[in-house]
């Protein structure tokens, strides 16, 4: 029994170490677990702090309670303390940085102290450097530590979004406020403008900046006109699209820095909301203005105004505590706020401002503020169009545009409104902003004046306008010129369409792209006076209408300009039921008291002082107006005052010439109509020598009947190859110019042959004529000819022995040595002739072409040479006429089948060539007088 109970003890026992054993070990698997869960734990809160920040992760509700349990303090702990100590370098270093960073970034009153600029007037223009960074506050990282300058960008970097609660809403204004105080006052006024619209008030918030108003720095708008407003920006974007970004820029920002001058002001517009949404049209319409509106000058400030935008976009969030957070600075950093500005230094400083801008609207610019700064004349691309400032609004310089969007420009002013010299401006401001392989002139004067002459090389002065190819002054009889200047631009039209069609593009500017090694110059015709081109119900008008519609049309896309100046274009009747030509001119200026120029109800002109105009861009549609006072471009200064040589125009002018003249460019070509072209320059043009000897198998010989009346100056000759019909008459009942015309194209033709190769005889009917043919002689003998004279009394013996001579030629019995008869007054030989004597006559005329001999000779009168040319003779024996001081219908009988539409004029003659022309043509009668 004892042993039993024994064994029985052994084993309580050894239970009871079992069951401890077994406590111990559940107390340390307990303890053990417990020590597992509360290291998870703090790693999962270590976690959470390093994935989304501790700051956040503090701040998130849902979190609140486990970072509040004391168990999990030290996760906490560790992140503050690792974060103090990454912090603590920064802080050292950083916000001073950061300060510094801010001086080049924001100088002026962009970033300094408002105590430093409230109530100066800034200078800036824009054209220079512009602040990229705006203080709005002080921000500072935890709750201590050093605060440093927080800004945002703005003008022409982003736009700029505040939020703010029903608390902190005062504080947002107030920041607002001294925001636009900041940029108000770094620019001279008139650079940027303001716009405000607050929904809950008709004045807009803001008042301390309500003194901005008077001078229109400052536009506040109802609460129920945002449409109006938001239309209002998109069309000032569209306006910059096509008036001004029309050289290749993509923004107003590269603009300015290209050409070192801000032409268009910023606009900054402010809305304020109430933190709803907007109407959706109102919202899709913002969103738009906030895509295209930065590169355009448009800057929106949005306050409580929810909106989402795909543009560059900085945002500000205002805490019920007034306190900031903002996209630039990101959420560890808390912003505070300016203070706000004192009121009455705000409204001192606004009233300054306006003053300021008031002095400077009422300033008198100059011709030379429209200039481009030196270094940069002539650099800017015309690809995409024309652009360059012709006057001033407000002080500021207003640009004329001549591009896709207003590809030609009707000028319109009587006579003393100073449309001349409008046009001198524009043409000197294009020059001085475009170099001569960007842009060619034509320019034409239709008054007898000589506003243009100076452009061209003169007596006096030798500089020329390297941008000028062509200077008709002087024209107004000579409607042809401007017929021929619009045939010109037709066929340079159709030869760039020709290359563009080869590129496989379609304008001008593609064209350049496409061919970069071209030379594709912009083309401004400028035509004063041009409805003299249109006076007459003729062959001239009928042409020169057609052309003039299809140059408008088309001329756009090849990069050619029209630029028509006129007292009156009411009256012009081959317009009338052809609207669509003006409709291409969408560009319209108009002087004071202009008529017709402008949309018909548009009547801006009739309260225009001098020196002023009306530049509309909109097809003169009142809401396009813009009044510009153009300054004097002439130099004269003060009425009365002497012409400075080197001021204005000519001061323009001598720079660019000496920039460009010694390039190699030839001179512009002057066109002066009362000048007569001289026979040596004629003679040099058409043979391309002064001793242009022909060898054997060159081309026919040519008889110089004088110039033509082309953009080229072409000389007007006669081919005279051994041809039927190769004879020349000139027709007139008075001497002067018959015997100009007649020794012009006998004596061109004494340098075609070479010494000794041409008989020539020459025959002075007329005493008057002696001279004259002295001098022809003598012409000939100095070129190696042998040459005989005539008198009235044996030329019926020459002629007769000439004629037979021409018989023999015709059976091959005889050489056909070159010969020329010239004949003075030839129908003076009438009573000489007899019978016999003009059958001999009119087989030289008949015959003597093709066997080498031709007659050059001039008839006083039409009946007299047709009654010659009868029986064995023809008109087609006279291949070419030149006739003077005989009326059209006279003409009929020469050239039968035509209408010849002709009256007179001094030094002009009317040419017809049977081998040449299909309708005679108008030539200038050469001087052989040298100068």
Same mark, same amino acid.
């Given at each position: 029994m004892a042993r039993g109970r024994n064994r029985r003890e052994r084993i309580a026992e050894a239970f009871d170490e079992f069951c401890d054993a077994v406590g111990r070990a559940l107390g340390a698997a307990d303890g053990a677990l417990a020590a597992a869960a509360q290291a998870h734990a703090e790693a999962m809160v270590e976690m959470w702090m390093r994935n989304d920040g501790l700051d956040a992760a503090l701040a998130d509700p849902e979190l609140r309670g486990l970072f509040d349990n004391p168990r999990l303090a030290r996760p906490v702990e560790r992140m503050l303390a690792d974060r103090a100590a990454a912090i603590a370098p920064w802080l050292e270093t950083g916000p001073p940085r950061l300060a510094e960073i801010l001086v080049d970034a924001a100088p002026g009153s962009a970033g300094r102290d408002p105590a430093e600029w409230i109530g100066r007037v800034g200078r800036a223009d824009g054209g220079g450097p512009v602040p990229s960074l705006w203080t709005i506050g002080t921000g500072r990282i935890g709750t201590g530590g050093p605060g440093f300058p927080v800004a945002v960008p703005l003008l022409d970097e982003s736009h700029l979004q505040i939020t703010s609660t029903h608390d902190s809403r005062t504080r947002a204004e107030a920041m607002l406020e001294s925001l636009l105080m900041r940029v108000m006052s770094y620019f001279r006024p008139g650079v940027v403008a303001l716009h405000v619209w607050d929904v809950g008030q008709f004045t807009g918030s803001l008042p301390g900046l309500y003194p901005l108003t008077r001078t229109g720095l400052l536009t506040v708008h109802d609460p129920g006109r945002l449409p109006q407003l938001l239309e209002e920006l998109s069309d000032r974007i569209r306006r910059v699209h096509t008036r001004v970004l029309v050289d290749g820029h993509l923004s107003l920002r590269a603009l300015?820095?290209?050409?070192?001058?801000?032409?268009?002001?910023?606009?900054?517009?402010v809305l304020v909301g109430n933190r709803s949404a907007l109407r959706e049209d109102d919202h899709r319409q913002l969103q738009r203005v906030a895509r295209g509106g930065l590169a355009c000058g448009v800057q929106l400030v949005l306050l409580d105004v929810p909106m989402t935008v795909d543009a560059p976009m900085e945002t500000v969030r205002l805490d019920d505590e007034g306190l900031a957070s903002t996209s630039m600075t990101g959420r560890y950093v808390t912003v505070e706020p300016e203070p706000r500005l004192a009121s009455g230094a705000v409204t001192a400083a606004c009233h300054a401002i306006a003053d300021e801008h008031e002095n400077w609207r009422n300033r008198i610019g100059s011709f030379a503020d429209l200039?481009?700064?030196?270094?940069?004349?002539?650099q800017a691309h015309s690809a995409a169009g024309l652009r360059a400032p012709v006057g001033f609004t407000d002080g500021r310089p207003v640009d004329m545009v001549l591009a896709d969007a207003s590809p030609h420009a009707l000028i319109g002013g009587p006579s003393g409104s100073g449309k001349t010299n409008l046009m001198l401006t524009m043409i000197s401001s294009m020059a001085a902003r475009y170099g001569p392989d960007e842009l060619e002139f034509y320019l034409l004067d239709f008054k007898e004046g000589v506003s243009f002459a100076q452009f061209a090389p003169g007596r006096r002065d030798q500089t020329w306008l390297p941008h000028a190819r062509l200077v008709g002054v002087n024209i107004n009889t000579d409607r042809e010129f401007g017929l021929a200047l619009l045939q010109f631009l037709a066929d340079e039209m159709r030869r760039r369409a020709e290359a563009a069609k080869s590129h496989e593009v379609t304008k001008l500017e593609e064209l350049r792209a496409a061919d970069p090694d071209g030379r594709w110059p912009r083309i401004v015709a400028v035509i004063d006076e041009f409805q003299y081109l249109f006076a007459e119900r003729d062959a001239v008008t009928r042409a020169a209408t057609i052309l003039l519609e299809d140059v408008a049309r088309r001329g756009r896309s090849q990069g050619i300009h029209l630029v028509l100046a006129s007292q009156d274009v009411s009256g012009i009747e081959a317009f009338w039921g052809r609207a669509a030509i003006f409709e291409?001119?969408?560009?319209?200026?108009?002087?004071?008291?202009a008529r017709r120029?402008?949309?018909?109800?548009? *009547? @801006?002109?009739?309260? +225009?002082?001098?020196?002023?105009a009306v /530049?509309?861009?909109?097809? &003169?549609?009142?809401?396009?107006?813009?009044?510009?006072?153009?300054?004097d471009a002439t130099g004269r200064g003060a009425p009365g005052a002497a012409p400075v040589a080197d001021s204005g125009v000519h001061a323009v002018q001598r720079e660019l010439y000496e920039r460009h003249a010694h390039e190699g460019r030839a001179e512009p070509r002057l066109f002066d109509g009362s000048r007569a072209p001289r026979f040596a320059d004629l003679v040099?043009?058409?043979?391309?020598?002064?001793?242009?000897?022909?060898?054997a198998g060159e081309a026919a010989p040519r008889a110089l009947v004088g110039q033509s009346i082309d953009v080229a100056g072409s000389a007007a000759s006669?081919?005279?190859?051994?041809?039927?019909?190769?004879?020349?008459?000139?027709?007139?009942?008075?001497?002067? *110019? @018959?015997?100009?015309? +007649?020794?012009?194209?006998?004596?061109? /033709?004494?340098?075609?042959? &070479?010494?000794?190769?041409?008989?020539?005889?020459?025959?002075?009917?007329?005493?008057?004529?002696?001279?004259?043919?002295?001098?022809?002689?003598?012409?000939f003998r100095a070129s190696g000819h042998v040459t005989e004279t005539v008198a009235l009394d044996g030329v019926r013996a020459r002629v007769d022995a000439l004629a037979a001579e021409v018989t023999e030629r015709l059976g091959g019995a005889a050489s056909r040595r070159p010969v020329l008869l010239v004949l003075y007054a030839a129908d003076a030989a009438d009573t000489k002739l007899e019978r016999e004597g003009t059958e001999s006559m009119r087989k030289l005329l008949r015959f003597g072409p093709e066997t080498g001999v031709h007659v050059l000779g001039w008839w006083r009168s039409v009946q007299r040479l047709r009654a010659l040319l009868m029986m064995s003779a023809s008109i087609d024996d006279l291949g070419a006429w030149v006739a003077l001081d005989v009326q059209g219908s006279e003409l009929q009988a020469l050239a039968p089948g035509m209408a010849i539409s002709w009256s007179p004029r001094p030094g002009r003659g009317l040419f017809f060539d049977r081998a040449q022309h299909a309708a005679p043509e108008v030539v200038i009668v050469p001087s052989l007088e040298e100068p």
């Open positions: 300015a820095e290209a050409d070192g001058v801000r032409t268009e002001p910023w606009v900054v517009a200039l481009p700064p030196p270094d940069n004349r002539g291409q001119f969408v560009l319209r200026i108009a002087l004071p008291r120029v402008l949309a018909e109800l548009n *009547d @801006a002109t009739l309260g +225009l002082p001098r020196w002023h /530049l509309n861009h909109e097809s &003169g549609i009142r809401h396009g107006n813009e009044i510009v006072r153009i300054p040099g043009e058409l043979t391309g020598s002064t001793t242009p000897a022909r060898s006669v081919p005279l190859p051994a041809a039927p019909g190769r004879n020349l008459g000139v027709l007139a009942s008075v001497g002067r *110019d @018959a015997v100009q015309v +007649l020794g012009a194209a006998a004596g061109s /033709l004494a340098g075609q042959f &070479g010494p000794g190769e041409v008989d020539v005889l020459i025959a002075p009917l007329l005493a008057e004529t002696t001279e004259p043919a002295a001098r022809l002689s003598e012409l």
